[in-house]
Nanobody, 115 residues
Framework: QVHIVESGGGLVQPGGSLTLSCETS????????MRWYRQAPGKERELVAS???????YVANSVKGRFSVSRDNAKSAEFLQMGNLQPDDTAVYSC?????????WGQGTQVTVST
């Protein structure tokens, strides 16, 4: 089993920055591709960014140039650096990971961009 905990969400003003963290723990050592999804009220879930174990990254066009993704394989952790946040970025951000025993989700962390 893999346990996932996201942190770093909160309330931020437009133009502000946040860094989200996704920490994994459990019996699985080899964490594969790690992803960040977000879902805003009334909208479909959106893939925001992903990073393979080797470090290849994907960032959605909607956040390109403002968000970046990174990971620490030694800590089995993933990070989402978010800059120039806008109200449309308000959503629950969730971490998703591939492992040899399956795909796992975290509970999510709320990001609210508002004055």
């Amino acid at each position: 089993q893999v346990h996932i905990v996201e942190s770093g969400g909160g309330l931020v003003q437009p133009g502000g920055s946040l860094t989200l963290s996704c920490e994994t723990s459990g019996s699985v050592v080899d964490i594969g591709t790690m992803r960040w999804y977000r879902q805003a009220p009334g909208k479909e879930r959106e893939l925001v960014a992903s990073i393979t174990r080797a470090g290849s990254t994907y960032v959605a066009n909607s956040v390109k140039g403002r968000f970046s993704v990174s990971r620490d394989n030694a800590k089995s952790a993933e990070f989402l650096q978010m800059g120039n946040l806008q109200p449309d970025d308000t959503a629950v951000y969730s971490c998703n990971v591939d492992t040899p025993i399956g795909n796992f989700w975290g509970q999510g962390t709320q990001v609210t961009v508002s004055t």
